[in-house]
Structure formats: C-alpha cells, structure tokens
C-alpha cells in the first residue's frame, strides 16, 4: 500500500507541475499576443518600452511565484498528496 501511495502521490505532483508550467508558457503567450496586438496603438516609443518591461516583469515574478510553488510542493509533497488522495479515497466510498 505505501508504495501504491507513494506512486500516486508522485503521479499527482507530476500531474500538477506539467499544469503549472503549461499555465507559465499560456501566461508568456498571452503576455506576448497582448502586446503585440495593442503595439500599433501606442503613439509613443517610450510608453512602448515601459509597457514592454511591465509585460516582462509581471511574466517573470509570475514564473518564479509557480517555480517556488512547485519548489515547496516537492519538498512538502508527501504530506500534501497523501492527505488528498486520502480525503478522495474516502469521498469515492461514501
């Protein structure tokens, strides 16, 4: 049983951590559409490089924010699985 579980947590934080890197690489795509979408509308190289360096700067504190999720998901990830497939094992028996 506990390599049973130990193996549906690790499929579960794998599971997890592709989904947070997936919503990192849509977040970069958005980020990128946005503002070449809205590019032919600012009149002004400088706003163009003040929003361009917003852009880039929300990007990355966003994909360090899931980098340090995933981080303390991995180190706490035995706790944190094993109490929701626990909580989902009970729910699928009732």
Not at 34 to 52: E, K
Not at 59 to 88: C, P, Q, W
Request: charged share 20%; net charge negative; hydrophobic share 55%.
């Amino acid at each position: 049983m506990a390599e049973s579980m130990q193996a549906r947590i690790d499929a579960m934080f794998r599971r997890d951590k592709l989904w947070a890197f997936g919503f990192v690489l849509v977040l970069w795509a958005v980020l990128a559409f946005v503002f070449f979408s809205v590019n032919p509308l600012i009149p002004d190289n400088t706003m163009r490089v003040v929003i361009a360096v917003a852009a880039v700067v929300l990007g990355l504190f966003n994909t360090a924010s899931i980098v340090a999720m995933i981080s303390h998901y991995s180190h706490d990830k035995n706790f944190i699985y094993e109490l929701d497939i626990r909580h989902l094992d009970e729910a699928r028996h009732h």
